[in-house]
T-cell receptor
Framework: AQSVTQLGSHVSVSEGALVLLRCNYS??????LFWYVQYPNQGLQLLLK??????LVKGINGFEAEFKKSETSFHLTKPSAHMSDAAEYFC??????????????FGKGTKLSVKP | NAGVTQTPKFQVLKTGQSMTLQCAQD?????MSWYRQDPGMGLRLIHY???????DQGEVPNGYNVSRSTTEDFPLRLLSAAPSQTSVYFC??????????????FGQGTRLTVV
């Protein structure tokens, strides 16, 4: 079975501070992992993805994530938060076993607030 | 390039009514899916399709029907709306190449309230 757990439903940081959003996964096969961002009243937009190869993945808007197999983690970071980063962030794993392969299994989401 | 287009954006239904949520994509993607988003639950897969004429159930299919007569369109039908179907619905599409690792593109969502 595959699953994703996001630690912390709400995270608040000050503008200019480090952003760290945590994601742990469970997968019986090598996972394909994704981070999506959802701005208020919008659809989901891909930030970055990990499939194979380099474990440090760079995405859009200055975000990056590191795949750590030993820790089963795929945490999202950004060195310096901007007000425009306030949104909800979803970690997801692509189904690779059983039915509906290729569809996404999402975590419950983390809402990021950025204080001026 | 419009991407994935969902209509309507907002809808209020009475319990027992039926309706169809529309989804269209112009990227010639083979795969399309419907998810529902509920507070604190993330997104959950309702139904999906791997091509015209082929559909299958996701993890929460009860109360919903789908069909895929063309590559572009993937409508979601609510047969008899219930308050438990109050949610935000997202349609997504992705290309088939690359097996399970290709990026999904999402529509803007339909916010449905059932009273």
């Amino acid at each position: 079975a595959q699953s994703v757990t996001q630690l912390g439903s709400h995270v608040s940081v000050s503008e200019g501070a480090l952003v760290l959003l945590r994601c742990n996964y469970s997968s019986s096969v090598p996972p394909y992992l994704f981070w999506y961002v959802q701005y208020p009243n919008q659809g989901l937009q891909l930030l970055l993805k990990y499939t194979t190869g380099a474990t440090l993945v760079k995405g859009i808007n200055g975000f990056e994530a590191e795949f750590k197999k030993s820790e089963t983690s795929f945490h999202l970071t950004k060195p310096s938060a901007h007000m425009s980063d306030a949104a909800e962030y979803f970690c997801a794993v692509s189904r690779r076993v059983g039915g509906s392969q290729g569809n996404l299994i999402f975590g419950k989401g983390t809402k990021l607030s950025v204080k001026p | 390039n419009a991407g994935v287009t969902q209509t309507p954006k907002f809808q209020v239904l009475k319990t027992g009514q039926s309706m169809t949520l529309q989804c269209a994509q112009d990227m010639n993607h083979e795969y399309m899916s419907w998810y529902r988003q509920d507070p604190g639950m993330g997104l959950r897969l309702i139904h999906y399709s791997v091509g015209a004429g082929i559909t299958d159930q996701g993890e929460v299919p009860n109360g919903y029907n789908v069909s895929r007569s063309t590559t572009e369109d993937f409508p979601l039908r609510l047969l008899s709306a219930a308050p438990s179907q109050t949610s935000v619905y997202f349609c997504a599409s992705r290309r088939a190449g690359g097996s399970v690792s290709t990026e999904a593109f999402f529509g803007q969502g339909t916010r449905l309230t059932v009273v």
